[in-house]
């Protein structure tokens, strides 16, 4: 039975985790409303000053690439203490940015920081509780949603007319600084290999087939997301547009925090299985009849509820039987991090032929072979006896 100081160690370090993955939501769902005053502040046109989100998003690329290495080589804890500070100073050096140019290493750095957050919390989280962490991992992307859902109401509080972006960048500077002291003094849980896996097993190899559903996967929900707001407003103008996409995002952020309770209780494999098959349903409204109002508003909240726990049940499964290497993490997202750079910008080149369309129809053949992966990963896996459906998440 663990000792009072034990729970009290292990609280600390699941709400640090929280608050990280928290954190980049936060910054993720800030940059958006403060580009007008950053293109003001650099000089440049607001067209332009999107390339600040590509820098990032390349910082986000490349930090995913090497996190597991750094996170397997030092303390994880101070890895993660270090990457928060370091987003912390990125943060507070937004609003000295006088000039495009010295901006976009300030994103690119950030966004570096940001996917060691990302690959460390969640490496340390499947450690910490092995094959009880579904709940906490689905619970560790819902605060992500948070964060990026509270971002707007915080630009909005925070900022004033006379200081529309400093005060905005130097408060979320702050928030890294107090989740990091405690990282600091709390030992990272250790390494430890599931049950009836020996200690010379290759455990942490990276095969292609996770590699590709993560990738497939990435892209499916990037796409449906990023052009949801397009594809109603061609068939029912803005007004529409807006509501539809916030109900979905609502729906969203409801079921990921639906997925903590039912990880509890339900196999990873059943849990994807109810996704998967929940997703394309409720894409063929939209394919159908995508005029329609119900149809429209039914299908895009539906895909957007059934997608949501996807992403951490599909972690929670790869990393069954096998002990939990922040190098297959970081394998794991950078996989999901290029599907959703590379497949929206497909998309977008086929709106110009085929309209609207495309978004719906994209996103169903992405999901579709996502999830004939995943039962071949199933299958797979049964074959070697590493998931059985009686086992609980």
């Given at each position: 039975?663990?000792?009072?100081?034990?729970?009290?160690?292990?609280?600390?370090?699941?709400?640090?985790?929280?608050?990280?993955?928290?954190?980049?939501?936060?910054?993720?769902?800030?940059?958006?409303?403060?580009?007008?005053?950053?293109?003001?502040?650099?000089?440049?046109?607001?067209?332009?000053?999107?390339?600040?989100?590509?820098?990032?998003?390349?910082?986000?690329?490349?930090?995913?690439?090497?996190?597991?290495?750094?996170?397997?080589?030092?303390?994880?804890?101070?890895?993660?203490?270090?990457?928060?500070?370091?987003?912390?100073?990125?943060?507070?050096?937004?609003?000295?940015?006088?000039?495009?140019?010295?901006?976009?290493?300030?994103?690119?750095?950030?966004?570096?920081?940001?996917?060691?957050?990302?690959?460390?919390?969640?490496?340390?989280?499947?450690?910490?509780?092995?094959?009880?962490?579904?709940?906490?991992?689905?619970?560790?992307?819902?605060?992500?949603?948070?964060?990026?859902?509270?971002?707007p109401f915080l630009v909005a509080a925070v900022a004033t007319?006379?200081?529309?972006?400093?005060?905005?960048?130097?408060?979320l500077a702050v928030v890294p600084v107090p989740v990091a002291?405690?990282?600091?003094?709390?030992?990272?849980?250790?390494?430890?290999?599931?049950?009836?896996?020996?200690?010379?097993?290759?455990?942490?190899?990276?095969?292609?087939?996770p590699t590709a559903i993560s990738f497939l996967y990435g892209?499916?929900?990037?796409?449906?997301?990023?052009?949801?707001?397009?594809?109603?407003?061609?068939?029912?103008?803005?007004?529409?547009?807006?509501?539809?996409?916030?109900?979905?995002?609502?729906?969203?952020?409801?079921?990921?925090?639906?997925?903590?309770?039912?990880?509890?209780?339900?196999?990873?494999?059943?849990?994807?299985?109810?996704?998967?098959?929940?997703?394309?349903?409720?894409?063929?409204?939209?394919?159908?009849?995508?005029?329609?109002?119900?149809?429209?508003?039914?299908?895009?909240?539906?895909?957007?509820?059934?997608?949501?726990?996807?992403?951490?049940?599909?972690?929670?499964?790869?990393?069954?039987?096998?002990?939990?290497?922040?190098?297959?993490?970081?394998?794991?997202?950078?996989?999901?991090?290029?599907?959703?750079?590379?497949?929206?910008?497909?998309?977008?080149?086929?709106?110009?032929?085929?309209?609207?369309?495309?978004?719906?129809?994209?996103?169903?053949?992405?999901?579709?072979?996502?999830?004939?992966?995943?039962?071949?990963?199933?299958?797979?896996?049964?074959?070697?006896?590493?998931?059985?459906?009686?086992?609980?998440?």
């Amino acid at each position: 039975m663990p000792s009072p100081d034990d729970r009290r160690g292990r609280i600390l370090t699941t709400a640090s985790y929280f608050a990280s993955v928290g954190l980049i939501g936060l910054v993720g769902g800030s940059v958006g409303p403060t580009l007008a005053p950053l293109a003001a502040q650099t000089g440049v046109e607001l067209s332009t000053i999107g390339v600040a989100l590509s820098a990032r998003s390349f910082g986000y690329l490349i930090g995913a690439v090497g996190a597991g290495r750094r996170i397997e080589r030092r303390n994880a804890h101070r890895g993660i203490a270090v990457a928060l500070l370091g987003a912390g100073i990125a943060l507070a050096l937004v609003p000295i940015a006088r000039s495009l140019g010295s901006l976009l290493p300030i994103m690119v750095a950030m966004g570096c920081m940001l996917a060691t957050l990302d690959v460390g919390t969640n490496t340390l989280l499947l450690r910490r509780y092995g094959e009880g962490a579904a709940p906490y991992l689905n619970a560790l992307h819902f605060s992500y949603g948070l964060g990026a859902l509270a971002a707007p109401f915080l630009v909005a509080a925070v900022a004033t007319p006379t200081a529309p972006l400093s005060w905005t960048y130097w408060m979320l500077a702050v928030v890294p600084v107090p989740v990091a002291f405690v990282l600091f003094r709390v030992p990272p849980p250790p390494r430890q290999s599931p049950a009836g896996q020996h200690a010379d097993a290759p455990a942490a190899r990276i095969s292609a087939l996770p590699t590709a559903i993560s990738f497939l996967y990435g892209g499916a929900e990037a796409v449906f997301t990023s052009w949801l707001y397009t594809f109603v407003n061609s068939h029912a103008g803005a007004s529409a547009a807006t509501n539809v996409s916030g109900a979905s995002w609502a729906a969203f952020s409801l079921f990921r925090l639906v997925g903590v309770v039912i990880a509890r209780r339900v196999t990873p494999s059943r849990i994807l299985l109810v996704d998967y098959a929940a997703s394309l349903l409720f894409v063929v409204p939209l394919l159908v009849l995508p005029g329609v109002g119900w149809a429209m508003w039914i299908g895009a909240a539906g895909v957007c509820a059934a997608i949501a726990s996807i992403y951490p049940t599909t972690m929670i499964l790869f990393n069954r039987g096998r002990t939990p290497s922040a190098q297959f993490v970081s394998t794991i997202i950078v996989a999901s991090c290029l599907g959703s750079m590379t497949f929206p910008w497909l998309t977008g080149r086929l709106l110009s032929v085929s309209g609207p369309m495309a978004v719906p129809a994209v996103t169903a053949g992405l999901l579709i072979v996502a999830f004939a992966g995943t039962l071949g990963y199933l299958a797979q896996q049964r074959k070697q006896g590493t998931t059985s459906d009686d086992r609980r998440a």
